[in-house]
């Protein structure tokens, strides 16, 4: 199909988004080779506009970038009406530059101005809110005068000295504990609330929306990677839950540390770990779940471990719930087209036009382009 199916008096107007990692992308030019390919298959008039973003791999650049878009946008629109000339604005946007567009449609202005968004190979991140992992956050602000009583419990039964004053410390570190969790928890949870509605994407009409994927995108492989860090965060975390709900949610986080501490100690006790092996254990739980968001952050953005430490994240194939059409396409595709390629029988030539459609390389494919020349001329 062709735009000449469906004619129509209106101007079609595509911005084009470059990605994370690549504000001079080729592809998002004017006159690239895959927006010339998107010309040839209508033979209506098609303005291409750029809009380049830094495509810094932060939270923050995505949410300047929404800003920014807001403004290209108007802009785009004003000339066109000052003209007197009806158009249709749409947006292709790769990868994080299809978060930044998803971002600016939260405004219902700009929303309205826009006909379309086409989203290629974009990592959808759904960011949520957890009261186990605030608990044990505010507790680990009270962590080293914790493990430091524990340890010096530890030591000193093992080589058999009094441990009244650690026992005593112990007795008011525990409910000091307990209350600060008590106390902070009801409003850190009510400002991480907030900033999970300002940071999840918005429920854009799935009419509007075209969400393409590729075989082999290399992203995708740190995205599973991402994934699977939260889920062995959630696990570790499940433990708190779990005491949380038998002894009282407030103190579940807490709990927890203390089970391992009890745990290791028994391991220790019977004989089958060592003393620095159950200190180890003691000193080390929270630092690994640390370790594991800082990890969690590199697919999320850099900033993530600093701006949501208590908020979840996942990445998923839609950007909220609801109904999407999502186009997966091949991930090998020909490059060769009578204009720009030349036939070239040749080996060489075969394996060099030949390029893997993947999160990075050149966006230009006849599949990809003639889907997005189809989905442009039935809007």
């Excluded at 029988?345 to 030949?354: M, R, W």
């Excluded at 003639?370 to 442009?376: F, T």
Aim: hydrophobic share 45%; proline share 4%; net charge neutral.
């Amino acid at each position: 199909m062709d735009c000449s199916e469906q004619p129509t008096t209106e101007e079609l107007v595509v911005t084009l988004v470059n990605g994370t990692f690549s504000p001079n992308a080729e592809w998002a030019f004017s006159h690239s080779r895959f927006a010339n390919a998107i010309r040839r298959q209508c033979t209506g008039e098609v303005n291409f506009e750029r809009f380049s973003w830094s495509g810094a791999n932060t939270i923050s650049a995505r949410l300047r970038a929404a800003e920014a878009l807001k403004k290209h946008v108007s802009r785009v629109r004003s000339e066109y009406e000052s003209r007197g000339i009806k158009h249709r604005h749409f947006l292709i946007c790769h990868s994080h530059g299809g978060s930044a567009a998803l971002y600016a449609c939260k405004d219902s202005d700009f929303s309205n101005s826009v006909a379309g968004v086409a989203c290629m190979f974009t990592p959808f991140i759904h960011f949520r809110t957890s009261n186990t992992l605030i608990q044990l956050t505010i507790i680990g602000l009270l962590l080293p005068a914790i493990m430091a009583a524990w340890f010096y419990l530890l030591v000193n039964d093992y080589f058999g000295r009094d441990i009244g004053p650690a026992a005593l410390l112990s007795l008011f570190i525990v409910p000091l504990s307990l209350l600060a969790v008590d106390k902070l928890t009801p409003s850190v949870l009510a400002r991480q609330k907030r900033r999970v509605d300002r940071l999840n994407l918005p429920a854009i009409p799935p009419e509007k929306l075209l969400i393409l994927k590729t075989v082999g995108d290399e992203a995708g492989g740190l995205i599973a990677l991402a994934n699977f860090s939260s889920w062995i965060l959630q696990v570790i975390m499940k433990i708190g839950l779990v005491l949380g709900a038998v002894f009282g949610g407030a103190g579940g986080g807490f709990l927890a540390i203390i089970l391992v501490a009890l745990l290791s100690f028994l391991l220790h006790s019977s004989g089958l770990l060592p003393l620095w092996v159950v200190a180890g254990l003691i000193l080390f739980a929270l630092p690994l779940i640390v370790i594991l968001r800082l990890f969690l952050g590199m697919a999320n953005g850099f900033d993530f471990p600093l701006r949501c430490f208590l908020i979840e994240a996942n990445h998923e194939a839609v950007p909220s719930p609801g109904s999407y059409s999502v186009r997966l396409l091949n991930g090998y595709a020909s490059c060769r087209d009578e204009k720009d390629n030349p036939e070239n029988t040749s080996l060489a030539s075969a394996f060099k036009d030949a390029i893997l459609l993947s999160h990075s390389e050149d966006k230009y494919s006849p599949e990809l382009t003639e889907l997005l020349a189809r989905w442009l001329s039935s809007r």
